[in-house]
Structure formats: C-alpha cells, structure tokens
C-alpha cells in the first residue's frame, strides 16, 4: 500500500483523497440518522465538543505535515544550489590538472552537468544515477593519474579536494531529492484522523435530523486542496511546484566546449 501511494499519479492520489472524505462524511451521516432512529437519545453538545476537539488535532495534524512538506522542497532547492556550486569549484579547478588530463576532465564534467539537468527534466533518475557514477570513476581516475604525475602538487591537491565535494554533494541530493519524502507512518495519521475527525462532523449532522449540506462540498474540497498541495510538495518534480535547476542550467551555459 505505501508503494501503491508513492507510485501512483499525483491526479489520482488527489481524487481518491476527496472519494475518502466524502465517504467518510456520508457514513458519519448515516450512521448518525441510524443512532436518532433507534430511539437512543444523545446530546449533540457533547457530540459537538468531540466534533471540534477531532477537527483541532487534523488542523494540527495538517499543520505539521505542511511545514514538513516545505522544508524537504526547500531542502531540495538548497542542495541543487550546492551541487551547482560544488561542480563549477572542480570545473575551474580542472585548468590546474596536466594538460593530458585537464581537457577530459572538463569534458566529463560538462557530461555531468548534463544528466544531471536531463533526469530533472526528464524523470529518468536511476538512469542518471547510473551515469553520475561512472562519471564521478572516471573523474577520480583522473585525479589518481594526476596525483601520480605530480605528487608534491599543491594544485593537484586543491582540484581533489573539490572533486571529493562534487563526490559527497551526489550522496546528499540523492538522499534529500530522491528519498526525502514525507513518511508513510505521517500519512497513515493524517488519513486516519481525517476519515474520524469528518466521519464524526457527518455523525453530529445525522443526530440532528438535519439534512445534507452542501457545504459539505465545501469543506471536502478545501481539505482535499490542502492535501494535494502537500503532495506537490513532496513530489517536486511532478507537479506544479517544481525544484528549479536554473543554476545547473546557468552552470552549464558558462562551461565552454560543445
């Protein structure tokens, strides 16, 4: 089930949110005309005061998740920045290698920076993790080869220094860009106290006798609004609220070859 939620289209985890809500309604409703037909009387200002109580704690709930969603979105902006900048340090670095070694190595970075701005755009990032890493060997073979040719080289030193930045500053886009997401156990909460807190909002609807409001349709759809935009944060490169890569991009159009 939680690959289910993770793999399906963000559309579709948005449509079946606002079906769950209005389930959950719709049953609270009944069951509360149900409760007022058998002839069992109970206080609707106590069914209120729960009422409100449920609806505070998924304010809360839905509050937190928010604020998880943005920081992993900022999160991710801040390491594409990072890398960016990690890169163009090494790519600058490289005019200190040996020349036998300078002109590939400025080619592979230029690689680099390119499946790095194509699996943002495209999707494809096991792909591009893939080939981020045979870059990142050749890359180091380069190094070692230049570290040999001049060991006492304080250049060369300096140029695997921030190689070794680029190296790291991978692990850590992988793990916050791929594999941060929000986790499966937060969603669980937020579901289940959303199905509780807006069953018990149909209950007290369905004790009263009154009949179905449409502002219902209302209150569906805000929430369900407001869980799509934290999905779209923790989706950033599928929905309307994206990463920007314009650094990579600028970085890219200052490199100079083909």
Do not use: C
């Amino acid at each position: 089930m939680r690959d289910l939620f993770f793999s399906s289209p963000l559309w579709a985890t948005v449509l079946l949110t606002l079906a769950i809500v209005l389930l959950a309604v719709e049953g609270g409703y009944r069951a509360g005309l149900i409760r007022q037909g058998s002839g069992q009387h109970e206080k609707e200002a106590a069914v209120g005061v729960m009422v409100g109580a449920t609806l505070g704690l998924l304010a809360f709930l839905l509050a937190f998740t928010f604020g998880f969603a943005a920081n992993l979105f900022q999160a991710k902006r801040d390491v594409v920045l990072e890398e960016s900048n990690a890169i163009g340090t090494a790519y600058l670095r490289a005019d200190l290698l040996p020349e036998s070694h300078a002109a590939d190595v400025r080619a592979l970075f230029r690689e680099y920076v390119d499946v790095r701005v194509a699996a943002a755009e495209t999707g494809a990032i096991a792909e591009a993790i893939r080939r981020s890493e045979q870059i990142q060997t050749q890359l180091w073979a380069h190094a070692v080869a230049s570290m040999r040719e001049r060991p006492d080289s304080l250049a060369v030193g300096l140029f695997v220094q921030a190689l070794n930045a680029v190296i790291d500053v991978h692990s850590k886009r992988v793990m916050v860009g791929v594999r941060g997401r929000i986790p499966g156990t937060i969603w669980i909460a937020l579901y289940a106290v959303a199905f509780f807190s807006l069953g018990t909002m149909g209950y007290q609807g369905g004790l009263a006798g009154t009949s179905r409001s449409f502002a219902i349709i209302a209150v569906a759809i805000t929430f369900t609004a407001v869980i799509g935009l934290i999905l779209d944060l923790d989706r950033p490169q599928e929905g309307t609220l994206r990463v920007s890569q314009q650094s990579m991009i600028d970085l890219r159009n200052s490199m100079t070859g083909p």
